[in-house]
């Protein structure tokens, strides 16, 4: 492998670093939170303005006002009964109060945390979630969480629906004058993440003021993997403004992190890493959206990300009003998402969208679950999966297969011409082109297949770091979830620079495969430090990665491997080195090159005379 190989493959590790820069959160922070949510407290707090995190520090900042402001109107309706229900389907067990007409539990009975309870998504400490914020005539803000709604449920009643049934939950606040009400619909049905939602104003028009009022997602979502840091790095806040997605990071410690804007939006939404809530607005488009984020300490040095999210809905001042909504509460299922047929799927992180993301999307992921079609164990199905794309790339990786052969079997004409023109590099290069030219030989043919494989490369990366197929996935012996890293021994120090303190037991394969390869194609006695350099690097880049994304580079390897073998011993494999015919040449990369060259040393003999 030549020098023009060797820096192709720097700038592949250099490619790599970036992106693993910006995309992967600091390793020295990755350390786990406590068992459950409820004992998370931050330990370092924000400023006293900040902490509670309203969900919006202008119009909505109020929203959590004290009692006294709410008027007469609605003073009466800040007492009474908290009887809950349960509704429990074949996806969730879900709870709603009669105070704010609130979930304060969402259950989902296909996923459980990593300490083995089931996923409960709702942070309820503050009595739920999911209000109506709504202005009133006089000026007041007024947050539908603290007043008690009427409905027909007693407490500790229980529906449990299966098939293809429904059960509607109205629950009804109506005012001190009688005639006006605001009215809550749920409608639950089997087999859904979601629920639909209506939300009825009666008789408000002389008492709310327009030109909206606004739906309120206020609390983030429950933590539900070991590594809070990780889970933090895939933690967003989305609005779909438009046909444009909008992304909030609450990244910061200091500050809550805001973005708003007035205009149409279809939805808002909040997300970690495998879960998502969203609230879609199906009748008519939102008139605007807000966002908050901001992040706090958690115990044991983790992180947790809180969101809120609010979408601003047309109020027309009517006597009669009624909006209709989506209130999804599930997993971030790409499939499960997309058909909602909003942009939903969005959400999920599949890399650069102009380039990475249609090569996930309409490419990995469906042949991801058609072979898990045929193969149950997700392990099995990245075996196969390794093979087709490597299938695939079967005509780049044997073009940078034989273009290496080349450029082992003139490895000694090189070295003999950097003997013998070591001292006048310029005519080394020319001779060097020249021997290139005259057997057909292109230097730069076994860095182009890896700069091809490239954008494929980053789609999986994308793919198996956010797929929560993989999540909990078990596989067989050490490797028992495909989401996580596949430990084999905790060290007694930390690795500089990629804080290292655990040993993955594929990337440690991965690693040696890689040696092995790198030992076959090696030869310039110059490039022997590649030979280890670049299997110590990358093992120690992918120790953190997910043990399905390992696994499946550890495969790729290995078959690169017994392809090398295979081609190394075969007779077609066997390379005969025999000059192009000056009349079968085609001008080209090296022509080019070599005329460069020449005007380059007509240059300097012009000069010297």
């Not at 109205?170 to 006006?180: A, H, I």
């Not at 999986?460 to 084999?488: C, M, Y």
């Not at 440690?508 to 430090?529: C, H, N, V, W």
């Not at 015919?581 to 380059?600: S, Y």
Request: aromatic share 10%; hydrophobic share 40%; charged share 20%.
């Amino acid at each position: 492998m030549d020098r023009n190989t060797t820096i192709g493959f720097i700038l592949i590790t250099a490619i790599l670093m970036v992106w693993i820069f910006f995309v992967t959160p600091k390793p020295e922070e990755a350390l786990q939170p406590a068992k459950t949510t409820d004992t998370v407290t931050p330990v370092k707090q924000p400023t006293e303005t900040k902490a509670e995190l309203p969900v919006v520090v202008d119009t909505l900042s109020v929203a959590k006002a004290k009692i006294d402001s709410f008027g007469a109107i609605f003073s009466q309706k800040t007492s009474g009964s908290n009887d809950v229900m349960t509704i429990e389907t074949d996806k969730v067990i879900a709870k709603i109060s009669k105070k704010g007409g609130n979930i304060v539990e969402w259950t989902l009975k296909e996923f459980k945390t990593w300490f083995g309870d089931p996923v409960q998504l709702i942070c309820n400490k503050d009595g739920g979630d999911f209000n109506l914020l709504l202005t009133t005539i006089d000026g007041k803000l007024v947050n539908t969480k603290n007043f008690y709604f009427e409905s027909k449920f007693q407490n500790g009643d229980l529906i449990k629906l299966k098939d293809g049934e429904k059960f509607i939950v109205d629950l009804e606040l109506t005012l001190q004058n009688g005639s006006s009400k605001v009215i809550r619909q749920y409608i639950f049905e089997n087999g859904k993440y979601s629920f639909e939602a209506g939300v009825k104003l009666e008789g408000m028009d002389k008492i709310l003021a327009g030109p909206d009022y606004q739906v309120l997602w206020e609390n983030h979502l429950n933590l539900t993997e070991e590594n809070s840091v990780d889970e933090a790095g895939f933690a967003y806040a989305h609005a779909m403004y438009g046909d444009e997605l909008i992304e909030l990071d609450g990244s910061s410690f200091e500050e809550t992190k805001i973005e708003k804007k007035d205009g149409q939006t279809k939805w808002i939404s909040t997300k970690n890493k495998y879960f998502a809530s969203a609230i879609i607005i199906k009748n008519q488009p939102g008139t605007g959206y807000h966002l908050e984020g901001i992040s706090h300490h958690a115990p044991n040095e983790g992180i947790i990300k809180k969101y809120s999210a609010a979408m601003k809905v047309a109020f027309n001042e009517t006597a009669k009003e009624e909006n209709r909504f989506d209130v999804f509460l599930g997993p971030s299922d790409y499939s499960i998402l997309k058909d909602y047929d909003v942009g939903l799927e969005k959400i999920i992180s599949l890399g650069l969208t102009w380039l990475i993301r249609p090569i996930s999307e309409y490419f990995m992921i469906p042949l991801f679950k058609l072979i898990h079609l045929v193969i149950p164990n997700y392990g099995l199905v990245i075996i196969v999966f390794t093979f087709i794309i490597r299938l695939l790339l079967h005509p780049l990786n044997k073009t940078q297969m034989a273009s290496m052969q080349k450029m082992q079997a003139l490895q000694p004409m090189i070295t003999e011409l950097r003997e013998k023109h070591k001292d006048d590099p310029q005519k080394m290069n020319a001779q060097m082109m020249r021997i290139y030219k005259e057997y057909g030989v292109n230097p730069a043919s076994g860095c182009l297949p890896l700069l091809l494989q490239m954008p494929i490369l980053y789609a999986l990366w994308s793919v198996f770091r956010s797929a929560i197929e993989l999540r909990q996935a078990n596989f067989f012996w050490w490797i028992t979830d495909l989401s996580n890293p596949d430990v084999i021994l905790t060290l007694p120090f930390t690795v500089p620079l990629f804080g290292m303190s655990q040993l993955s037991g594929l990337a440690l394969l991965m690693g040696i495969t890689m040696f092995i390869q790198q030992k076959m194609s090696i030869k310039d006695p110059r490039q022997k430090a590649m030979v280890y350099f670049m299997p110590i690097l990358f093992t120690l880049m992918f120790n953190s990665f997910p043990s399905g994304l390992n696994l499946y580079y550890f495969l790729f390897n290995l078959i690169s491997v017994v392809q090398q073998v295979y081609m190394n011993k075969s007779k077609k494999g066997q390379l005969v080195l025999e000059k192009v015919p000056e009349k079968n040449r085609k001008k080209g990369f090296m022509d080019r090159i070599l005329e460069a060259q020449k005007k380059q040393t007509s240059g300097h003999s012009k000069k010297k005379k």
